[in-house]
C-alpha cells in the first residue's frame, strides 16, 4: 500500500508498486519475484507503462481507453473495489480529514487490521 498526495495520478506509483511485491511462493521451485499479470483499469492504459511491464515479464491486461465498457476486467477488478467498499466503511478514511500523512498511514493500517480481523473471526469459529 502506498501513500500519495491527492494530485498525483495513480500510474506514478505503478513501478515502485511492482518492486515492493514479495517473492511469490508456488509449489515447487525458486519462488517468483513478480506476478505473471497486472490487472488495471483505463487510468493505467500508457503504452509507456505497457512497455515497461513486458520488459519486466509481466504481462499487462488493461482495458483501453476509448473503447465502449465490456473488456471483462470487472471478473477480476471487483476483489479491488470491494476492498476499497471496505476502506470506505472508515469515515474516516473516505475523505482525508488529516494533514499529515503520517496520521492518515497509521488510520489506513488501523482500518486493515481491523478488516482482516473480521474475517479471521467470521472464517475460525469461537472455540468454548
Known amino acids: 500500500m502506498t501513500l ?21 511462493r508456488g ?20 503504452d ?3 512497455r515497461l511491464l513486458w520488459k519486466r515479464g509481466i504481462k499487462p491486461v488493461i482495458a483501453r481507453r476509448g473503447v465502449a465498457h465490456g473488456s471483462g476486467l470487472g471478473k477480476v477488478r471487483w476483489v479491488v473495489e470491494r476492498a476499497f467498499a471496505w476502506l470506505h466503511q472508515f469515515k474516516r478514511l473516505r475523505i ?4 499529515r500523512a503520517d496520521i492518515h498511514q497509521g488510520l489506513l493500517q488501523l482500518a486493515c487490521s481491523i478488516i482482516c480481523l473480521r474475517l479471521l473471526r467470521r472464517a475460525v469459529p469461537a472455540q468454548q
Open 96 to 99: 482525508r480529514y488529516e494533514r
Open 27 to 46: 509449489l515447487r521451485g525458486r519462488p517468483r519475484r513478480r506476478p505473471r499479470r497486472l490487472y488495471a483499469d483505463r487510468g493505467y492504459d500508457f
Open 4 to 24: 500519495t498526495g491527492g494530485n498525483r495520478h495513480d500510474v506514478t506509483q505503478l513501478l515502485p508498486l511492482l518492486d515492493a511485491v514479495p517473492p511469490i
Open 48 to 50: 509507456k507503462y505497457r
